[in-house]
């Protein structure tokens, strides 16, 4: 699957309650390091989900830190690496859509 299939299914979660997509994006650039323009170019090249996480230019140290459950799972108990950053993704979109502050979401 695309990381361009994703990303709008990303953004329609969180602008469904009241967020937006410059809020998306600073999470996704938080995780993974992409710049804006970098995640625009890979919705724009079709690469895949997979290849977004495992290219990521800088992923953040601090992800470890995201704990809690997403689809009945414990992210910080996922063992398999692509799986587990996908999940981390997926849990910071579900705490913005909750209407968390961004500073509680990137854990600053």
Same mark, same amino acid.
């Given at each position: 699957?695309?990381?361009a299939? &994703?990303?709008?299914?990303?953004?329609?979660k969180?602008?469904?309650k009241?967020?937006?997509?410059?809020?998306?994006n600073?999470?996704?650039c938080?995780?993974?390091?992409?710049?804006?323009e970098?995640?625009e170019n890979?919705?724009? %090249?079709? &690469?895949?989900?997979?290849?977004f996480?495992?290219?990521?230019?800088?992923?953040n140290? %601090? *992800?470890?830190?995201?704990k809690?459950? &997403?689809?009945?799972?414990? &992210?910080e108990?996922i063992?398999?690496p692509?799986?587990?950053e996908?999940?981390?993704?997926?849990?910071?979109?579900?705490?913005?859509?909750?209407?968390?502050?961004?500073?509680?979401?990137? *854990? *600053?």
């Open positions: 699957m695309s990381f299939r &994703v990303y709008p299914l990303l953004t329609a969180a602008e469904k009241g967020r937006t997509i410059d809020e998306v600073e999470i996704i938080w995780l993974t390091g992409y710049s804006t970098e995640i890979t919705i724009n %090249n079709s &690469v895949t989900y997979g290849d996480f495992q290219n990521a230019p800088y992923p140290p %601090n *992800r470890k830190a995201i809690g459950v &997403v689809c009945r799972i414990r &992210v108990t063992d398999e692509l799986m587990q996908i999940r981390y993704l997926d849990k910071l979109i579900d705490e913005l859509a909750k209407g968390k502050t961004m500073d509680k979401i990137l *854990r *600053r």
